[in-house]
């Protein structure tokens, strides 16, 4: 997998910053599940990255969730999203 390839017409100068209500992982587990913080997500309708809440997420067999990350590029940021990378 090619992290970033079709975010780079994503591009921002400045990562968005934090809302200010931000949900945090709760103290007890959640069998099956796995806790994906939040983030800022690309949102086309709008043309801006909106912020994406907190969740529990249905974990997949023989996969490890890797979280999204900010990545710097050449002119400033973009977002690569979230994904299941399978385990051999």
Do not use: C, D, M, S
């Amino acid at each position: 997998r090619v992290i970033g390839k079709n975010h780079l017409h994503r591009v921002v100068i400045k990562k968005p910053k934090r809302p200010i209500v931000i949900l945090k992982k709760p103290n007890y587990k959640r069998p099956g599940y796995i806790w994906v913080a939040g983030y800022w997500q690309w949102n086309a309708f709008y043309g801006k990255y909106t912020w994406q809440q907190a969740r529990w997420k249905k974990t997949k067999k023989n996969h490890r969730w890797i979280p999204g990350f900010w990545q710097v590029g050449a002119v400033g940021f973009f977002w690569v999203e979230g994904y299941w990378k399978r385990e051999l």
